[in-house]
Each structure stands twice: as C-alpha cells, then as structure tokens.
C-alpha cells in the first residue's frame, strides 16, 4: 500500500487558510479541542468494550498524554481512545466533518478581523491546531485493528494518508509548532491550558517527562462533583466540550435525583441559537451515560424534541451498562428521566423568566418558537408550564407580553384574548382588522410563528377561563368592551354619527354583495375598522386567515 496525497475539501482549504493566518489572541484553545477529541475518542471505545471486552483486554486505563520536544519543537498528544480507519481519517480530517463547521464556513467574508471572531463564535475542531502548527502528523491505529495510518498536512490544501507501523491503538498527534509558538513548549504554560480548558474531562490528561508522569486535570467526570465545588468557567468549559459549543450557556441546570430511580443531569441551554434548529433530522445534544460510561448521544425519549437546544448530560445508575441502543428507545427509565428532566427545565426557566425578564426575552428570541411546539405536540403534557412561559410581540409596546400580563391588562367587558396570526410583526401592524382594536386599546398579541398556527387550534379550553380569538375571524366582540383612553369621541358623538351613516350604508352593502357576488360570504358592518373602509374576515367555524394563506403556500 502506498501513500496517498488528496486535496482538502474545498471549505476545509478555505477554512485553514483563515486558521493559520488568524490573529487569534486565543490560541492556547487548539489544546482545549485536541483534548476534547481524545476524550471523546476514549469514550467512544469505552462504550465499544462494553460488548466486544476484548478491544481493551490489553490496555483499559483510558489516558491522554502530553509531552514536548525541545529539539524537534514539537508538542504531541497522544491517546488510548477508539483510533481511526483509513477511511475515517479521510472523513474526519480531509471534509468537513462537523456540520457546525460548515456554517463557518458559509460565514468567512475575507475580512480578517470578521474572520477571526468567527474562530472564536464557532471553533474549529481539529482544524485549530494549524494556529499553533506549520506541519501536523496524526498517527492512529483503530482498536480492534492491527494496522495503523499516518496523516500528514502542512494545510495549504493537501494531506496525505499512508500505512504505518503503531504498536497500540489509539492516536498520536504531533505538531510542528510555528516560530512564535514556542511557549507550547513549557510545561507550566501547558498545565495551566489544561487546568483552564479541560479540567473536567473525565480521563487523566497527563504530561510525560521521560519516566515521569505528572497528572495536570482533576480527571473526575463534572456532573458526579458537587455543586458548590465547580465554578461557572467550569461549567463553561464542560459546555464547550459536551456541546461542540462555543458561546456560554445562558442557563445551567444541574441536579442529583435520588430516590426511586438515580442519576445526575447536567443541562446547558445555549445562549446563541444553533444554525440548524429547524431542521428536520435536527436532534437534541443530551449524552446517556451510565455510571460514568458514555451509552449514546442519540437517544430519542430522553429529551422532547420542542427541547431540542438542550446540551449536556444525563448519567444514570438504575440502568445495566450493557443495554442496547434499542432497548432504551421505550425504557419506563428513560421515560421517567425524560418526564423529571422536563419539568426541571420548565421550572428553572420560569424562575429566569421572572427574575431576569431582559435576559429570558433574549432567549425567547432564541428558542421560543421552539418551545412553543410542546404546546401541541406529545399530548401537550406540559401545557400549563409552557403557558407561562409563551411570550409575545403585542399592540401594546415593544416589550414582550406574557398571558398573563395580557390577562391584568383586559379591559373591562372583555371576556377573550385576542391575537391576529401574521407572517411577521410588521405584515400584523399593517393589519386594517387591528384598526378597531387599537382604537379601543385592546391589546392584540401578534403570532408570527408558523407553529402558532397548530398549536392555538388545540386551545379549546383556553388561558386561565378566557378564550383565544383571532382578529380575522367570526364578529369579534368589540362593542362590548369598554373603551380605553384611546378612543376619544363620546358615546353620545359616536351614537350621532351612527344614526347618520346607517342608511348610506345599508344600501352600501347591498351593492357591495352584488358586485363581489359568490366571491364572498357576507357583506357585513364592523367596530373592527376605524381608518381603513373595508377588509377581510373569515368566519367563526372556518380557518383562520393566515393559516389559509400559508396551507395554499404549500399548495394543500
Ligand atoms: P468534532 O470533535 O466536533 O467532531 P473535530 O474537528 O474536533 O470535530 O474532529 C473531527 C473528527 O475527527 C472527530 O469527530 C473524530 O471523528 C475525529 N477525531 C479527531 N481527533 C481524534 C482522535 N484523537 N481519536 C479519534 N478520532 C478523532
Ligand atoms: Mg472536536
């Protein structure tokens, strides 16, 4: 067999390019990523060994191990995890593995300092170590194989993969570090890195002086310490590792459940909103442990999908380690995990929503119209959670509206809730069926979410008593509410006026239906406009006006 040298996928190109050029002030993070990998890969063979022990039978002490060479100036990591294929290494480091990645990519603009802050946003993976390297040789052998393969880069758009001789599994990163990358060398520069960016990874991370061995992490997983013992740049750090992620979490939830059924949680909501949210193969980012082990990261049950933005953990210690990716589908365990793990988020971001209501509006912005979804879907079991925390954009000021703030804000005689479905806050505003409304100041919430659509159909028993009605729909009932301050004619005035137009409009409307004919229903006078002469509804029992619009859309 011999080597063979391709090209690096077109992004990937692109994507080093701005990495070994960056004026990245943080650097030191390619240490943070070459690590994570490890760990990852050491979990990886963990999980594998649990049906197949002979893949560790030789080694099963999982270690990263750091050493420098002052001579060669080159620092190299080196781990005791799952290793790569010849085709895996192709995969991994020659494509863009990550679909995080991608959107990176899809953002350079050849703007150095745009570009450089992108590093810092999305993170590079692997492809970081060109920061601090001109040459890269990562050296693998896959567990269970007994050949090994060697991948070699400048990344200035060509690699190669080549057999190689290794006497273990697992992989052996070496780089060639830059000129002005020497401080890599220092053992005291690189234990604190370790300290800063990985001291949460759950296997020793050591550093090799020829017999010596110094162990720099804490090397215990983070979710098992106890609270008062990890700091937020802990957490954050965790964060970064478990998510893929590079921005902060903006809510960490962690708990211990003890009792009938035992296990940690350890869950981040992002504080940036992922690109592919709304995709469909889009899933959740909560890894299953069991005591300590790493099971999967694709356990449908575990997570609702309307809480598909959680990042984190779950570890669990009434289920057998040997359990099947199958079998957990329909687990009573996971079933009930999922069932507590839900409610504890719900909760904690209720407590946010009332404490810090700035910052949950900029999660809202985030997420909501994923939240919202669990107002429909799976038997809308947490429906009466999900109401209070539903928020809206409003006729009533730029600041977002919760039911029940609208509630306090009813005027009197007004028995529903009203709200007018629109493709977005402004075609809402424009909306002439508002006209009435304001002029009475009777708040209208805009939903603007094609999901708001589905899940207010469900509303049958309404919000706290009071019923959800749209502005486009049916008569709404404006005569009955008392006026606001924003009405400014008296009743007497108004009684005057209405005197006058009646029969000016009757024949009005007689004309209108004989012009319009079948076209319409009924030709009908309204409270609903006060500038505009005219506008459409629908009728009480039929659909909704937007939903209508975006059903033909989708030629239904
Ligand atoms: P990510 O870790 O987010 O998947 P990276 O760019 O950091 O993205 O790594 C790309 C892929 O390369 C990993 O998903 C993994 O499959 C592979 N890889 C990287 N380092 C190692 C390693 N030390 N051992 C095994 N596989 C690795
Ligand atoms: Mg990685």
Redesign the pocket.
């Known amino acids: 067999m011999a080597a063979e040298t391709r090209s690096f996928q077109a992004e990937v190109s692109k994507l080093l390019h701005i990495v070994a050029n960056a004026l990245y002030s943080e650097r030191e993070v390619f240490l943070r ?2 690590i ?3 760990a ?2 050491c979990d990886k063979l963990r999980f594998l060994a649990i049906s197949d022990p002979d893949l560790t039978a030789d080694d099963s002490a999982f270690k990263i191990r750091i050493s420098a060479d002052e001579k060669a100036k080159t620092l190299t990591l080196s ?1 005791n ?4 294929t010849e085709a ?1 290494l192709h995969d ?2 020659g494509t863009i ?2 679909s ?2 991608s959107a990176f990519v899809d953002e350079i603009s050849g703007d150095a300092k745009k570009d450089t802050s992108l590093i810092g946003q999305f993170g ?4 970081s170590a060109f920061m601090v390297a001109d040459k890269v040789e990562v050296l ?1 052998r896959k567990a269970g194989e007994s050949t090994g393969w060697l991948w070699t880069s400048d990344g200035l758009g060509e690699y190669t993969v080549a057999p190689a001789e290794k006497a273990t599994r ?2 052996i ?1 070496t780089l060639h570090l830059k000129k002005d990358a020497k401080e890599f060398l220092e053992k005291q520069r690189l234990q604190t890195i370790v300290r800063t960016y990985s001291d949460h990874i759950p296997f020793p991370v050591v550093f090799v002086e020829g017999e010596d061995e110094d162990t720099l992490n804490q090397a215990s997983a983070l979710w098992t310490r106890p609270k008062s013992e990890i700091s937020d740049d802990d957490y954050k750090e965790f964060y970064h590792h478990v998510g ?1 992620a590079f921005d902060d979490p903006w809510m960490t939830v962690h708990w211990k459940a003890e009792g009938r059924i035992e296990y940690h949680g350890l869950l981040f909501v992002p504080s940036q909103r992922p690109f592919d949210l709304f995709h469909p193969e889009r899933r959740h980012h909560v890894k299953l442990y069991v005591k300590r082990v790493f099971i999967t990261d694709e356990i449908e049950g575990l997570v609702p999908s309307w809480l598909r933005f959680l990042k984190g953990v779950v570890d669990c210690e009434d289920l057998p380690l040997n359990v099947s990716r199958e079998m957990l589908q329909h687990n009573p365990v996971v079933a009930t995990i999922s069932k507590a793990l839900t409610k504890r988020v719900l909760g904690d971001l209720a407590k946010k929503a009332k404490k810090e209501p700035e910052a949950y509006a900029e999660f809202w912005r985030n997420f909501g119209a994923v939240l919202k979804e669990g107002l429909y879907a799976d038997g809308a079991e947490h429906k009466e959670a999900l109401l209070d925390l539903v928020r809206f954009k409003s006729t009533a000021g730029d600041e977002l509206a919760s039911l029940d703030g609208y509630i306090e804000r009813m005027k009197e005689g007004q028995e529903a809730i009203y709200y007018i479905a629109a493709e977005d806050e402004a075609a809402a505003k424009a909306s002439p069926q508002l006209e009435g409304f304001v002029k009475k100041g009777v708040e209208v919430l805009f939903l603007t979410d094609p999901i708001d659509e589905f899940w207010v159909q469900t509303m049958f028993d309404g919000v706290k008593g009071k019923p959800l009605k749209s502005i486009t729909r049916g008569g709404a009932d404006l005569a009955a509410i008392k006026s606001g301050d924003a009405e400014k004619k008296s009743d007497a005035e108004t009684k005057d006026d209405e005197a006058k137009d009646t029969g000016l409009v009757d024949g009005l409307i007689v004309s209108v239906k004989l012009a319009l004919g079948a076209t319409v229903k009924d030709v009908r006078t309204t409270d609903r406009l006060s500038e505009s002469p005219v506008c459409l509804v629908a009728d009480e029992t039929d659909m909704d006006m937007n939903l209508e619009r975006m059903l033909r859309q989708h030629k239904q």
């Open positions: 990523e070459l994570s990998n490890a990852d890969a781990d995890g799952v290793g790569m895996e991994n480091l593995a990550r995080g990645t590079v993976g692997f492809y693998t697992g992989t990163i893929h």
